[in-house]
C-alpha cells in the first residue's frame, strides 16, 4: 500500500474540549516520509510537534504531548481520524494549543480530510508488523496486542457499576472506520463532571459534543449513534493513541476497559520493540538444555526450556527434579489470568484443559532435558484416564507431579501426572507427547 497526504489544504473551526478555546486548525499536504506534524502558528517560531509517545505529558481524559513550551491537548480523534483514512503525511496547523472538539468524534475529521481528497503518492507505507506478544495492565483495565496480519481491535468497556458493559471486535481499514468507528461521541459519567471541571478539563463540554450518563439515562442532544457507541468510541481513542507508536501497526489489540493512561502505555511497550527491532536481531542464546547439575529450575530458565509464552505459559517455576525420570513444578493461578473474564464471570474456574497443559509443559520439560531444547517442542498427542476432582480457582497453587513411565529414543514420551492443591488431588491423567524440531512443523 502506498503512503498518502492530501491533495489540497482544509480547514475547520471550532471551540477545544478542556481549555474551551476557539480554534482554527488546517490540515496541509507533505511530502513522503514527513509523517504527522503539528505545528503552533500561535506561538513564537510557530514550533513543530512530532506525535510521539513519549512526549505525552498528561493523560486525564485526554492525550497531551509536549515539545519544549509547546504542548497540544487532546491529540487522539485528529490522529485516530488520519490513520482511520489512511493519511500518512500532512502538517497540521492550530493557533491554538487543542484540537476544536467539534461533535466529540472523529467524524467531522474524517469529512474535512475527504474534503482534502487523500491522494496516493509514489513511495510505499511502511509498518510496524508485531512478532511476538505484548500485555500491560493497570488496575481492572488490560490490553494484549497479539500478532496479526492487519489491525484489528478487540474492546469490552464496562463502568463501575456494570450497567453499560459493551463488546466489540472490528477489523480496521478506511471503510470500517469511516463507517463504523469516525462517528462515535467521546462520553462522560455524570458523576465525574464536577471532578473534572475541579481539574481544569471540559470547559468548553456540552451535550452537543459529549454524551453524559446519569444512571441508566443517556444524556445527548441527539440520542445515540449506535446502540454499542461507547466501544466503537474506545476503539476510536485506541486507534488515535497507537498512531503515538510513529508506524502503522500490524496487530490484534485486545482491550479490557481501556482508557488513554493503559493505552499510552501499550503504546510505550510497542515502541520499545520496534526500538528493538531497529536494533536488529539479538546475539543467538548459547542452546538452551537443563544442566544435569540443576535441581530446580526458575522462570528464566523454564523459558530458555520451553517455547511457550504468555498467555500459555503454565509452569511457573520446577521446585525439584527427583532423578532423570520426574519433577515437582508449580503454577500460580492468579485472577489475572486473562481467561477468567469468561471462565466464568463472578465464579472463576481454572479451565481442566489448561491443566491438562500445565501437566503436559512439566513432563515436556522432563523430555527436553534430555538434550538441547533449542528449536525443539513438545507436542501433545494424547490422554487418557484423565479426571478432575475439584475445581481450581485464583489464588490456588497447583503442585504438578510429573513421571515419565515410557520413552521411544528422544521423539515420543509417556508421562503419569498428578495435580494437587494443598495436599489434596484436583486432576490427574496419563500423557503421550512427542518432541519435535520447529521446522518440522511448518
Do not use: W
Not at 502506498?2 to 482544509?10: C, S
Not at 510521539?52 to 515539545?67: F, G, H, N, S
Not at 544442566?291 to 529450575?297: D, F, K, N, V
Not at 503442585?399 to 514420551?413: D, E, H, P, Q, S
Amino acid at each position: 500500500m502506498k503512503q498518502r497526504t492530501l491533495a489540497r489544504e482544509v480547514s475547520i473551526q471550532g471551540n477545544a474540549l478542556h481549555t474551551g478555546e476557539a480554534v482554527t486548525l488546517t490540515i496541509k499536504p507533505a511530502p513522503v516520509d514527513h509523517g504527522i506534524v503539528f505545528k503552533r502558528v500561535d506561538l513564537s517560531g510557530a514550533p513543530e510537534l512530532r506525535p510521539r509517545v513519549d512526549q505525552v505529558t498528561d493523560l486525564v481524559r485526554a492525550t497531551t504531548i509536549q515539545v519544549g513550551h509547546a504542548k497540544i491537548h487532546t491529540v487522539e480523534h485528529v490522529l485516530s481520524a488520519l490513520h482511520g483514512c489512511g493519511v500518512d503525511n500532512v502538517i497540521i496547523e492550530m493557533n491554538a494549543s487543542e484540537p476544536p472538539i467539534l461533535d466529540g468524534s472523529a467524524k467531522p475529521f474524517v469529512d474535512l480530510l475527504m474534503q482534502g481528497e487523500p491522494l496516493e503518492q509514489d513511495k510505499d507505507r511502511e509498518y510496524f508488523v508485531l512478532e511476538e506478544a505484548v500485555s500491560v495492565q493497570k488496575g481492572n483495565s488490560s490490553i494484549i496486542a497479539l500478532p496479526h496480519d492487519g489491525l484489528k481491535i478487540t474492546c469490552t468497556s464496562a463502568d463501575d457499576r456494570g450497567i453499560h458493559t459493551q463488546h466489540l471486535t472490528l477489523t480496521i481499514d478506511p471503510d470500517v472506520f469511516m463507517t463504523q468507528v469516525a462517528a462515535a461521541r467521546t462520553f462522560t459519567i455524570y458523576e465525574d463532571i464536577e471532578e473534572l471541571l475541579k481539574l481544569g478539563k471540559i470547559k468548553g463540554g456540552s451535550l452537543d459534543c459529549a454524551v453524559v450518563i446519569r444512571g441508566d439515562k443517556i444524556l445527548s442532544k441527539e440520542g445515540l449513534r449506535f446502540k454499542d457507541e461507547f466501544v466503537r468510541h474506545k476503539i476510536l481513542d485506541i486507534i488515535g493513541d497507537i498512531v503515538l507508536l510513529g508506524m502503522p501497526l500490524k496487530a490484534h489489540i485486545i482491550a479490557t476497559r481501556p482508557g488513554h493512561a493503559i493505552n499510552a502505555e501499550l503504546t510505550k511497550a510497542l515502541a520499545a520493540k520496534l526500538e528493538e527491532k531497529k536494533k536488529g536481531p539479538k546475539k543467538k542464546p548459547r542452546p538452551a538444555m537443563v544442566m544435569p547439575s540443576e535441581t530446580s529450575l526458575d522462570i528464566r530458565r523454564i523459558l530458555d526450556t520451553l517455547p511457550h509464552r504468555y498467555p500459555f505459559l503454565m509452569i511457573d517455576r520446577v521446585m525439584e527434579f527427583i532423578g532423570d525420570d520426574a519433577l515437582v513444578a508449580i503454577k500460580n493461578v492468579s485472577i489475572n489470568e486473562p481467561y477468567f473474564q469468561g471462565h466464568f464471570p463472578n465464579n472463576p474456574v481454572m479451565p481442566g484443559v489448561l491443566q491438562l497443559e500445565a501437566m503436559a509443559q512439566a513432563a515436556g520439560i522432563l523430555m527436553l532435558r534430555r538434550g538441547s531444547s533449542e528449536g525443539k517442542t513438545s507436542l501433545f498427542m494424547s490422554a487418557d484416564k484423565v479426571k478432575f476432582r475439584k475445581p481450581v480457582r485464583p489464588g490456588d497453587q497447583l503442585i504438578v507431579n510429573a513421571k515419565l513411565t515410557k520413552t521411544r529414543g528422544a521423539k515420543l514420551a509417556t508421562a503419569e501426572v498428578t495435580c494437587t492443591v494443598e495436599g489434596t488431588v484436583v486432576s490427574s491423567g496419563e500423557l503421550m507427547f512427542a518432541i519435535l524440531d520447529t521446522s518440522e512443523l511448518d
